[in-house]
Structure formats: C-alpha cells, structure tokens
C-alpha cells in the first residue's frame, strides 16, 4: 500500500518502493510523495512535523508500539529474515547517513526535503534493528563541517532536530529507548541543546535500545577533548603520564558514556563515497565497513539485510590468525 501525503499544489516526486520490495527486485520505481516548492525553505514539514498535519508513526521498538500503529511484530525475539543468523548479527551498527541532498537535487528538489525523507528511512532502520535484536544504532546526523552549509539548510535541521525529539519522547520512554547526542552541543540553538539534555536525562535508565545521534561532531575533536582531559588530570596530580594508556583515551570519549557496546562492529555509508568524513575515528579501528550507492533517503529493509549479510561473510580476526 502506497501512503500520499497531500499539501496544497503538490510536487510528484518519485521515491523508492516500500521496506517490503524483494531483494535484488529491479528498479527503484515505487511510491508518491507530494511537497511544495512554495514552503521553502522552511515550508511546514511536508512529512508531518507541522501543526495540523498528520503526524508521522513514531521510532518504535516494542511490540505494543507497533501493534498501535498497525505494523508487525517488533519484539526482538521476531523471525530473522532469511539468510539472517541471531548469533552473527553485529550488537553495534553505526551509519553514515549521506546522500539526502543529492536525492533531493536529482527530484529537483530543496534539500530540506531529503532531510524529510531521509527521518523516514532512520525511522525504519531503528524499528528493524530492535525487531532483530540489534542493541545499538550509531547515526551521524550533522558533521561539525556541516556548518559551513546554507543557513537556510541549517536552520531547517535544527529545526527537523527539534522536532524529531519532542515528537517521539513518549515513545522512548515507552519502547525503552536510551537516547544520547554527541558532539559540539555548545554550537547548537539553546533550545536544542536543552531539548536534548531534557530527553538524555529521561531516557537515561531505559536499556532495550541505544539510540546515539552525532550533530556537529567529529571524530577528531572527540579525541582532542579526550587527550585536553587527561591532560588536565595530569597537570591536576591526578594522573602520570605512563598510566595513559588506550582504554583511559577510549574512556575520556563521547561514546563511553552511552553503551555497553561503545565500538560499533559495523559501518554502514550510503550514496557511495567510500570515506568515513571524520566519524567515530577512534571507535572504529576494527569496525567493518560497507558501503553502498543508494542514497539514504532510499535506503530500506532490503538493503539493510544486504549489509548485515555482507556482515555476517566477514571473518573478524581482531590481528589474530586462526589456525
């Protein structure tokens, strides 16, 4: 079933076929979805942020949560699709979520509507890693070279942030979901960084999913403020300078403080570059890495199970040889 969200004098954009289309499935011909040029670039969210339209299903984790919006089953313990095995499964998945621009720009489109789109496949991506029992998802939302982008695309994301966090509140605290955003907090808007310190401090008990969003991060800074704070340990008497070791580095991280499963065990980039642009840097010395063409905004079940395939091929040896 094909879902059109109406706004007055639509735009026909093409997107890509529902989470259901089949593996290796042809092309990408699928779906409608209606925006409005005349709204940008702050047009009311066309995918249901703004007052009066329907809003989105919310980031969903539970069985009782989807029962409430009609979906299946997401209790973890749900059949895997095939070719999947529970045991293999990577506990910690990060993703490098690119290519909304460019998505948009080929529908000719403003980026903030691959913005939009672009929340639908994160939406995804969380309910089928805790339908699978995936316990942690790492997504780079906003790179701290990201600020050099239009104000007007700027604007609109922290906006999208905003809105995205006091949307699914209720359901974060229902579903179990532990929320934490890394990064340079200090450069966003204060009313996004006191939204964000508001649901890091009510999700902070919950354990069924760890959801870590990075916005104006970078993996290079992260191990700069963790080198200043050892150093500052030091100067304090604290600490000598032969106890630095790398579990103290890895300790002083962002990420120390989110999940028992602080290295992601699989990196997933979409739109094709093959870099990781200053992410997780440190975290991901022995992260697998897969890369992919689809944009983000496209990205859907059938290639996240491709991912976690490729994943689950890999023989991770950690510097060991096995004999």
Known sequence: MVTVLVVPNPTLVPLSPPPHRPRGGGGRSGGIININHHHHPSYPAALGFSAGKKKQKPLLCSAHSAAEADQDELSPSSPLPSGLQRELLPKHVAVIMDGNSRWAASRGLP?????????????????????????????????????????????????????????????????????????????????????????????????????????????????????????????????????????????????????????????????????????LLWQSAYTELYFTKVHWPDFREADYIEALSSFQMRQRRFGKRTV
């Open 111 to 279: 980026a903030s509507a691959g913005h939009e789109v672009g929340y639908r496949s994160l939406k995804d991506i969380v309910t089928l890693s805790c339908r699978w029992g995936i316990r942690a998802l790492t997504v780079f939302a906003f790179s701290s070279e990201n600020w050099q982008r239009p104000k007007t695309e700027i604007d609109f994301l922290m906006m999208l942030f905003e809105n995205v966090l006091k949307e699914n509140i209720t359901h974060f605290l229902r579903e179990g979901i532990r929320i934490c955003i890394i990064g340079d907090l200090l450069k966003l808007p204060r009313s996004l960084q006191k939204l964000a310190q508001e649901v890091e401090e009510s999700t902070k008990n919950n354990s069924q999913f760890d959801l870590i969003v990075a916005i104006s991060y970078s993996g290079r800074s992260d191990i700069v403020q963790a080198c200043q704070s050892i150093g500052e340990k030091i100067k304090q008497g604290l600490l000598e300078p032969t106890e630095i070791t790398e579990s103290l580095i890895a300790q002083e991280l962002e990420t120390n403080r989110i999940t028992n499963f602080n290295y992601p065990d699989l990196l997933i980039r979409t739109s094709g570059e093959l870099r990781l642009s200053n992410f």
